[in-house]
Structures are given as C-alpha cells and as structure tokens.
C-alpha cells in the first residue's frame, strides 16, 4: 500500500500486480486510499487500477463518487473501475452514471471518450439509443471515436495527450511524440508529467524495437517540462540518465542540463564513468557542468565529495575548468 505512492511508476505498477493478488483483504485499505483526496493523483489512480482487476463490489461506489473529482485522469482511473461491474448485479446503476458521463458536454474529452469506451463493451441494444445521441454531439472529437477505425479523423493533438495522460496511449508511439512537439504548451504541465508516466509503464511492455520509439516520446515531454521550468518528474530523468547504458534521446540530456538540480549530479557521473560512447559522454559533461553553475555546487558540497571519491577519473573529466580529454574515465 505504501508503494502505490510512490513517485517511481514502476514501482507502484509493481504494488499493483501485488495487490491483485492478496485480492478482497486488501480492498477496504485501496478503498480509503481511492477515496482520499488528499492523496497524489498516481496514487489513487493506483489504487482504482488494484480495485479494477480485484473486482469486489465495495469498489462501486467511491469509483462512481470519483466521477466528481476536478482531476480527469483520476476520473478515467475510476471509469476503469465502474466498468468492471457493468455486467453485474450492480450494472444498472453504473450504466446510469457512465451514461451521465458520457452525454456531458461540460467534461473533459479524454473523461467523455473512457465513458463512451465503457458502454462499447455492452450489447448493442443496451446502449443504442445514447450511442445514437453521441453522434449528433457538437464534439468533432466526440463524435470521431464513434466512427471506425478506419473512418476516424485527425484528432486534436492537445486532446491525444490528455488522453495519453488517462491511459489511452496511441498505437504508434510517433503519434504521441508528434502531439508533444506540436501542443505541450497547450496542456497542464501536470498532464505531461502523466504522459510520461504512462509512457514508461508501457515500455516495459514493447519489444526492444518499438520500445525506441516510446523513449523518444517520453524523452520528448521531459524536455516540454523543462522548458516550462517544471522539475515535477525530475525523479525519472534522474533514473532514466543513472540507468544509461548507450546512447539516450537527446532531449533527456536537454533537459537535465535545463532543469537538473544537485541530486542529478551523482547519477550524470556515473553514467559518463561507465559509457564508452563519445557523445554521450560529451553531451553528459555539459550536463554536469551546467548544474553545477547554475546551482553553485562547490567542491565542498557532500555530493561533489561524493562523486570524487567514488570515480575520481570522471570528477577530473567533469569538474568545471578541469575538464580532461573525452577518454574513458576511471572505474
């Protein structure tokens, strides 16, 4: 339960697949935990995520209450649950309220097209006479999902990545990094910091391939972040630089060197210690160099004390006006 609020998505998704498993004695614990509004919206969507898969009908109810929450992603997250129990006894009353979702066109698009999502699932005669509504709905985009697949205009990029930040990621990870470039700017930094959420869960799940493709879109919106002065996922470009093995996007870099603070210092010197790509290794002392500066890190700082005495090589390369050769450094 403490994992699922964590700041590392990895590690909540882990806690997930753990709650899931202990199922019905952890339901009242993920119940308080969904409900809570105090709580971070990765966290409570983690807990509606543990409530969707377990399935317990004690989750109805503060999954329809959550219909009301200002955050739409955790709106979706809910969504999710309430559609588990659509074919249950308790199906009546979500339909009621998946339906209210569904036709409100004061509601975000992303909340609308997880509501009419939902209903898709259900025989067609259930849902035909709202299906029918929808398509006369003023919504371009509304009215875009119901077509085929096929059939389906070009949708507002802003709009894909508020999706994105619900969970619906594209089929082609281009899509995505193509709506970041174009329309980050139009969307709510805390959006993006979604986005890249998502995108890093489903990484995971792609062959090393496609896999590419997505870091690049993830890589993507740290740099959107980073131009707008928001270090609100600081944590995954630190993971993501300290876990570098061979060359990485260079809108990771961009962005440490526009946002990174003392804490990302320790993992750029590790990284530039052990790769052996020349531009990498270059791009990562700029880094280094530009943290330093802009935060005023002294020789004296614990975390410069730190660097050196652990890879005394890669201090000598790194150190402003010290900066050696582009070699390999020491271990």
């Known amino acids: 339960m403490a994992a699922l609020s964590s700041e590392s998505a990895v590690t909540r998704d882990a806690a997930i697949a753990r709650l899931i498993v202990i199922g019905p004695r952890a339901v009242d614990r993920l119940v308080r935990l969904a409900a809570n509004t105090k709580a971070s919206s990765p966290a409570r969507v983690a807990a509606f995520r543990s409530l969707e898969s377990i399935a317990e009908p004690h989750a109805v109810q503060p999954a329809l209450k959550a219909f009301a929450d200002p955050d739409p992603v955790v709106i979706v997250a809910a969504l999710n649950t309430a559609r588990a129990f659509l074919r249950t006894p308790r199906g009546i009353e979500v339909l009621d309220h998946v339906t209210t979702v569904a036709l409100d066109r004061q509601r975000p698009i992303a909340v ?28 371009p985009e509304i009215r875009n999902v119901l077509q085929p697949d096929g059939r389906r205009a070009t949708v507002n990029t802003a709009q894909r990545l508020v999706s994105a930040a619900a969970g619906a990621l594209p089929a082609d990870a281009t899509l995505l990094r193509s709506a ?13 910091r979604h986005v890249i959420e998502q995108v890093r869960v489903h990484e995971g799940s792609e062959s090393p391939e496609r896999r590419a493709g997505w870091t690049a879109a993830r890589a993507a919106a740290h740099l959107a972040l980073a131009q707008r002065g928001s270090r609100l996922v600081l944590y995954d470009l630190r993971e993501t630089i300290e876990s570098a093995r061979e060359r990485i996007p260079v809108e990771f870099l961009a962005a440490v060197t526009e946002i990174g603070d003392a804490t990302c210092l320790e993992p750029i010197a590790g990284a530039y210690a052990r790769v052996t790509d020349d531009w990498l290794r270059r791009h990562l002392a700029d880094a280094f160099r530009a943290v330093v500066a802009r935060e005023q890190v002294t020789r004296r700082h614990a ?22 050769k582009a070699g390999r450094a020491g271990p």
């Open 112 to 139: 609308r097209v997880a509501a009419i999502q939902a209903l898709a699932e259900l025989p067609a005669a259930t849902v035909q006479p709202v299906l029918a509504a929808l398509k006369t709905d003023p919504d």
């Open 180 to 192: 970041i470039m174009r329309s980050a700017g139009d969307v709510p930094v805390s959006v993006l």
């Open 303 to 324: 975390v410069a004390k730190k660097i050196e005495k652990r890879w005394k090589g890669a201090f000598d390369h790194l150190w402003p006006g010290r900066a050696g």
